[in-house]
């Protein structure tokens, strides 16, 4: 996964020393820097899992834009795996000017704060109804705002200033639970094939509605006939739709039940409609739980980060849809083009500023 953006317009393309900033999170690492040949800040990643892939693309980015030598290269590390693999870093690249690491709320906010500031048309807003809207740099820009970064897990931060934050809160049902559960569940390989598969999913198969329970809307409480009562609730109906045939005391007599064994039981539901509907229940809790966090603490804009949204446009509206609904619209959700580097970029920028 690759995107760029012009550098050349920042001085960094002049710069003697090649700084390589890399996040590496329990699911994505990701990798930032500034292609001095082409005037380019390019942002790639890699799985975390695929660790020595990560590692190569390093040795190819030292390879092709300094001619392979480290003597003149600085390697920033954020992220869980700047402390996990730092001595892989130090094996890899013995010959390096150094290997910095950093907090990670820090380059967060750092990297968050140049996005909204200094990248043009980055921030949008999203939903299915009206599309894609670019922000206004000044309505974008107040303060206070809230970051509810979503990476394996979500950290939930409240921005008072670029220098001044908190984090307020967080859950651990991130995008590594969406990939952890539908890899289980449905054999998929590959978080982005997961998300294609969404796509073109029908939760209503899976989930159980509003109007399966009350044959109409709620009108009472404000709740519409397709909203979700229970994720995956029609999942454990005894009939003829339920692919689960043995008792509950047959499940705890084989405890052994190999994934292989869930997917067969399951075959009478579609992957794609099990994506789509542990996509929701993930995204809307998420997003009730960042609407929470954010009235608690009376701040109307509310950034969504991380690699977990990956510029996919259900998630994005799922997201929109949850702050909109709970906070009865007085509350806006924003994305970046650039959501997933927030981390490396930040990372990026605390050696470049100061050179």
């Given at each position: 996964?690759?995107?760029?953006?012009?550098?050349?317009?920042?001085?960094?393309?002049?710069?003697?020393?090649?700084?390589?900033?890399?996040?590496?999170?329990?699911?994505?690492?990701?990798?930032?820097?500034c292609a001095r040949d082409a005037g380019k800040l390019v942002f790639q990643s890699v799985e975390t899992e695929n660790i020595a892939e990560f590692m190569l693309l390093i040795h190819e980015i030292i390879q092709k834009h300094n001619g392979g030598s480290q003597s003149n290269v600085r390697i920033v590390a954020t992220g869980g795996g700047a402390y996990k693999f730092h001595d892989l870093l130090c094996t890899e690249f013995p010959d390096v000017l150094e290997i910095a690491r950093l907090d990670e709320m820090v380059c967060l906010i750092k990297g968050l704060d140049y996005f909204i500031h200094e990248v043009p048309e980055e921030v949008f807003t999203y939903n299915d109804l009206d599309g894609e809207h670019i922000v206004v740099p000044e309505h974008a820009k107040v303060y206070p705002y809230m970051l509810?970064?979503?990476?394996?897990?979500?950290?939930?931060?409240?921005?008072?200033?670029?220098?001044?934050?908190?984090?307020?809160?967080?859950?651990?049902?991130?995008?590594?639970?969406?990939?952890?559960?539908?890899?289980?569940?449905?054999?998929?390989?590959?978080?982005?094939?997961?998300?294609?598969?969404?796509?073109?999913?029908?939760?209503?198969?899976?989930?159980?509605?509003?109007?399966?329970?009350?044959?109409?809307?709620?009108?009472?409480?404000?709740?519409?006939?397709?909203?979700?009562?229970?994720?995956?609730?029609?999942?454990?109906?005894?009939?003829?739709?339920?692919?689960?045939?043995?008792?509950?005391?047959?499940?705890?007599?084989?405890?052994?039940?190999?994934?292989?064994?869930?997917?067969?039981?399951?075959?009478?539901?579609n992957n794609s409609d099990i994506s789509k509907s542990l996509l929701y229940a993930i995204s809307n809790n998420i997003g009730q739980i960042a609407y929470l966090q954010a009235k608690v603490h009376n701040v109307p804009n509310i950034y969504f980060g991380g690699s977990y949204i990956r510029g996919h446009l259900m998630t994005m509206n799922t997201l929109s849809y949850a702050i909109n609904f709970w906070s009865n619209s007085q509350k806006q959700a924003f994305f970046l083009k650039h959501e997933g580097y927030l981390g490396a970029m930040g990372a990026f920028l605390t050696f470049q500023n100061s050179s």
């Open positions: 996964m690759s995107q760029s953006i012009e550098c050349s317009n920042q001085g960094w393309t002049r710069l003697q020393v090649l700084t390589i900033a890399v996040d590496i999170g329990g699911s994505l690492a990701k990798v930032v820097f509810v970064n979503i990476g394996s897990g979500v950290s939930i931060l409240k921005v008072d200033s670029p220098a001044q934050y908190t984090r307020v809160g967080g859950s651990s049902l991130g995008g590594g639970t969406l990939w952890g559960l539908l890899s289980l569940i449905t054999g998929a390989r590959t978080y982005d094939e997961m998300l294609s598969w969404a796509h073109g999913g029908d939760n209503t198969h899976v989930d159980m509605l509003v109007g399966d329970i009350y044959g109409a809307d709620y009108g009472k409480i404000g709740l519409k006939s397709s909203h979700i009562a229970s994720s995956f609730g029609k999942v454990f109906q005894r009939g003829p739709h339920s692919p689960i045939k043995e008792s509950t005391a047959d499940s705890i007599l084989h405890p052994d039940t190999n994934t292989d064994d869930i997917q067969s039981r399951n075959r009478k539901f």
